[in-house]
């Protein structure tokens, strides 16, 4: 939901997910994606001194994304304690968070710092091109519609800060 707000107000956004998420193959997701340029960035949180290797990856529209370096420098492996491995009674290999995951969670301020410098040296907004007739533009049903995830109250407090002119959306944006 995110986003689709940066989107629809100009801006860039970026999402940080562990290598091991799926979020980047949901199709509410893929459907985002495919409105405008997406870039994606697989990489190790070691390279901005995290604890562990931690590989993670970034996507998003914000064009500084291709400038993040890639280095495993770290001797800790992303495994060593953050998950325990079973066996379930019923005979099937189980994953749990382990004792040091919470602690792998945080940010490391190099990476922060990289970031946040990034985004005020560069923030020029997503260009995102739409047919100019949206009438024949349907998105996958029932994909990125307003109602999905209680999205409408959001629409309607774009569309009403439209009309009291303190909004003014990508004319090619469906509202």
């Known amino acids: 939901m995110l986003a689709a707000l940066a989107m629809v107000l100009g801006a860039n956004y970026v999402v940080e997910q562990p290598s091991s998420s799926t979020l980047v193959f949901w199709p509410h997701i893929q459907y985002l994606c495919s409105l405008h340029t997406t870039l994606f960035k697989r990489f190790w949180m ?8 931690k590989p993670s990856y970034l996507f998003g ?4 994304l291709d400038q993040i370096e890639s280095k495993r420098v770290c001797k800790v492996g992303s495994g060593q304690g953050m998950v325990k491995k079973a066996i379930s009674k019923s005979g099937r290999k189980t994953v749990a968070g382990g004792p040091s995951m919470r602690s792998s969670a ?10 946040m410098a990034k985004h005020y040296v560069n923030p020029d907004p997503p260009s995102i091109q739409l047919p100019e007739d949206l009438t024949d533009l349907q998105p996958p049903q ?5 109602e999905h995830a209680d999205l409408e109250p959001l629409r309607a407090f774009l569309l009403q800060a439209v009309k009291e002119g303190k909004f003014n959306p990508q004319p090619n944006l469906p509202l």
């Open 46 to 53: 070691s390279t901005f001194n995290h604890w562990t290797a």
């Open 61 to 64: 529209s914000a064009p500084w």
């Open 106 to 115: 945080a940010y490391p301020e190099a990476f922060t710092e990289f970031v």
């Open 142 to 146: 029932p994909l990125f519609q307003w």
